[in-house]
T-cell receptor, first 115, second 117 residues
């Protein structure tokens, strides 16, 4: 079965410090990987995706993610965190068994950036 | 371009009632997917529609149904509501059909918060 895991329920960082939100995946075949962010009372906003190509993917709001096939990981990173980055972050993988547009999400990681 | 819109934003129902939620995708998008978000189960896929056809369905009981209209707008219906149906229901649209050779990211609406009493 295809799945993603976000091993940390919460990540706390100080403003200005680098942040990492972890994600590992399990798929049969080449993965399509995504990061979304959710602010309170809002839907999900797309941050970035990995389909193929460079292992380092750059996305919105200064975020980037590194695809590591040997470690089956797709960690989200940002060089310098902002208080406004505090939100719920979801890693997702496309369901390759059924194709089309179904996404399988991780449980989410709550990022707290303190001043 | 206007984003994905969902109506209503908040809804309160009682057990046994039924409810209909509406989603208007981004103009030009033909794929609409629905997800349920709860604190306990997280984000779970309900179903996807493309060109008025349901082509993918998650593991939800038959009380959950949906449809898509010719203008790509979609509705989902939950009949005989249970307390456990309380959740944030998210709609997402995508321009493409999502064949295995290509993929376009999905754009999510703000959701409809359903509370079942």
């Amino acid at each position: 079965a295809q799945s993603v895991a976000q091993p940390e329920d919460q990540v706390k960082v100080a403003e200005g410090n680098p942040l990492t939100v972890k994600c590992t995946y399990s798929v049969s075949g080449n993965p399509y990987l995504f990061w979304y962010v959710q602010y309170p009372n809002r839907g999900l906003q797309f941050l970035l995706k990995y389909i193929t190509g460079d292992n380092l993917v750059k996305g919105s709001y200064g975020f980037e993610a590194e695809f590591n096939k040997s470690q089956t990981s797709f960690h989200l990173k940002k060089p310098s965190a902002l208080v406004s980055d505090s939100a719920l972050y979801f890693c997702a993988v496309r369901d390759l068994n059924r194709g089309y547009n179904k996404l399988i999400f991780g449980a989410g990681t709550r990022l707290a950036v303190h001043p | 371009k206007a984003g994905v819109t969902q109506t209503p934003r908040y809804l309160i129902k009682t057990r046994g009632q039924q409810v209909t939620l509406s989603c208007s995708p981004i103009s030009g998008h033909r794929s609409v997917s629905w997800y349920q978000q709860t604190p306990g189960q997280g984000l779970q896929f309900l179903f996807e529609y493309f060109s008025e056809t349901q082509r993918n369905k998650g593991n939800f009981p038959g009380r959950f149904s949906g449809r898509q209209f010719s203008n790509s707008r979609s509705e989902m219906n939950v009949s005989t509501l249970e307390l456990g149906d309380s959740a944030l229901y998210l709609c997402a649209s995508s321009p493409a059909g999502g064949s295995l050779g290509s993929y376009n990211e999905q754009f999510f609406g703000p959701g409809t918060r359903l509370t079942v009493l």
